[in-house]
């Protein structure tokens, strides 16, 4: 069974950072592309950014590029994300997924991030 675990959300201020953190299992972590998505309050999901899976090649949306970084470490089977300078609209749920962009075949639970002061 596949399971994305995220932790690290909470509640930091505006030009605050954090680092979300994603354990997988039950598939082969080494082998796929993961992605991270977001979803504010209202609204549908938006994609963040995309990692192939030596972690070689990376994507970022707009929205977030210059301030956000992916990352993986293989040997502990976990997706990671960054977050510097954040802002007000950076608030949503972050997801890790399984796949690229929003084409994706699984995703976890949530971690709420909020900036706010």
């Known amino acids: 069974e596949v399971q994305l675990v995220e932790s690290g959300g909470g509640l930091v201020q505006p030009g605050g950072s954090l680092r979300l953190s994603c354990a997988g299992s039950?598939?082969?972590?080494?082998?796929?592309?993961m992605s991270w998505v977001r979803q504010a309050p209202g609204k549908g999901l938006e994609w963040v950014s995309t990692i192939v899976p030596s972690g070689s090649s990376t994507g970022y949306a707009d929205s977030v590029k210059g301030r956000f970084t992916i990352s993986r470490d293989n040997a502990k089977n976990t997706l990671y994300l960054q977050m510097s300078s954040l802002k007000p609209e950076d608030t949503a749920v972050y997801y890790c997924?399984?796949?690229?962009?929003?084409?994706?075949?699984?995703r976890g639970q949530g971690t709420q991030v909020t900036v706010s002061s």
């Open positions: 997924t399984l796949g690229v962009r929003t084409d994706f075949t699984a």
């Open positions: 039950g598939f082969a972590f080494t082998t796929r592309t």
